[in-house]
């Protein structure tokens, strides 16, 4: 682990088919403190079996050291290397000939804000987003860091309405922007729920991930 890349030696757990037999994939991105392997058990929730699904992971299992709401500069170098990470991760599907737009990009909490970071800084068409109980990195939503054309990409954003760690406004700052750049944006903000995954949104993403390939 380099002190300039922290994430430059992270591995990759799989699930589904071998990429390269596969002809839909998705990137699950854990959260602090969790594993790839954790995040991986998404896959058994989804109907498909014929996804190639990928999950690296987060040297010390945590992306960035500071809240996704401190200053970007607070969380460097370790948000760099995260981006370059999801970037690699990404790359393993599509060089084994799987487009872009057959891929789905999912994350959880810390990784839901590392997901949508990603995307929405070149953004392209893809099989799909999800973020579960995340938003954009930054002390404020910087919209000039974030560019290109989702093309229409089906995006689910969920999150509690009173979750401690991921502010409402956030949430609906992170809706704007990705559909400023032109995804589709199913946003749900549930009641008084706690922070976690809940059944409605693997139902949600269910039917992005059944559209996969078409």
Known sequence: MAA???HADAGLA????DPADAGVGAVLIHGRGATAQ???????????????????QAANRTWYPNPF????????????????TVERAVGTLT??????????LLGFSQGACLTTEYAARDARRYGGLAAFSGGLIGETVERERYGGDFDGTPAFVGCS???????????????????????DVDERLYPDAPHGIFADEIDAVNDIVNALGA
């Open 14 to 17: 799989t699930a589904g088919p």
């Open 38 to 56: 954790s995040v991986l058990g998404l896959a058994e929730e989804f109907e498909r079996d014929d996804v190639a699904y990928l999950a690296p």
């Open 95 to 104: 060089d084994a000939g799987i487009a872009c737009e057959d891929v789905l």
């Open 161 to 183: 309405d009173s979750d401690p760690h991921i502010p409402e406004e956030r949430v609906r700052e992170t809706t704007a922007v990705l559909s400023d750049l032109g995804a």
């Open 4 to 6: 300039t890349d922290p």
């Open 69 to 84: 709401t401190a200053p970007t500069e607070a969380n460097q170098p370790h948000l760099d290397s995260a981006l370059a």
